[in-house]
């Protein structure tokens, strides 16, 4: 069946460095891949998305690339805060199944000071 | 966007009793669907609520232990049956508006079961 595999796990990195988290997927109907942000007790919120037809994005300090050929997308978050500390959940939609969303694992990102 | 909003927001429950969790939208969408999120763990679909008809439900997952109903275009329930502690979780509703692929959460019911 679909599968998306997020890695890494965990990401520990200095403020104001950048972060990158990756993503590939097996479907290769796939064409809609948002990234969501979930703090701790909150919902998952998100962050930015991009569809099958535009190789990159990009939005103040977050950026996502997507490439079709290799089945991989990634997202970047430059320069980064505190406040980017969550985890974050890459996502790519179900073959032909308007709307249903298959999720990678997550990836835990702290940000210290 | 869309304004989302779920009740309750937390429960404890005893093994065998069931749940209704309810999802309420502030305008019309096009797709309801709802999500599983254990402890810890990523989101699993566990169906998506089709207006006024059967539920699509995802594979693991069936009707009797999770029906679901969704008798218009901003409403929707999933009823957690005959629980067990296994199904303590975060069970969350999500939209989608219009012809967009956009999705959006609503703030998650946190179930334990006792």
């Not at chain 2, 309810?22 to 999120?37: L, N």
């Not at chain 2, 995802?58 to 067990?84: A, C, H, Q, Y």
Request: glycine residues 6%; aromatic residues 8%.
């Amino acid at each position: 069946g679909e599968n998306v595999e997020q890695h890494p796990s965990t990401l520990s990195v200095q403020e104001g460095d950048s972060a990158v988290i990756k993503c590939t997927y097996s479907d290769s109907a796939s064409n809609y891949f948002p990234w969501y942000k979930q703090e701790l007790g909150k919902r998952p919120q998100l962050i930015i998305d991009i569809r099958s037809n535009v190789g990159e994005k990009k939005d103040q300090r977050i950026a996502v690339t997507l490439n079709k050929t290799a089945k991989h997308f990634s997202l970047h978050i430059t320069e980064t805060q505190p406040e980017d500390s969550a985890v974050y959940f890459c996502a790519a939609s179900i073959g032909d199944s308007w709307g249903k969303l298959q999720f990678g694992a997550g990836t835990q990102v702290v940000v210290t000071p | 966007s869309a304004v989302i909003s779920q009740k309750p927001s937390r429960d404890i429950c005893q093994r065998g009793t069931s749940l209704t969790i309810q999802c309420q939208v502030d305008s019309q969408v096009t797709m309801m669907f709802w999500y599983r999120q254990q402890p810890g763990q990523s989101l699993t679909l566990i169906a998506t609520a089709n207006q006024g008809s059967e539920a699509t439900y995802e594979s693991g997952f069936v009707i009797d232990k999770f029906p679901i109903s969704r008798p218009n275009l901003t409403f929707s329930t999933l009823t957690v049956s005959n629980m067990s502690p296994e199904d303590s979780s975060i069970y969350l509703c999500s939209v989608v508006k219009g012809s967009t692929d956009t999705q959006y959460f609503g703030p998650g019911t946190r179930l334990t079961v006792l």
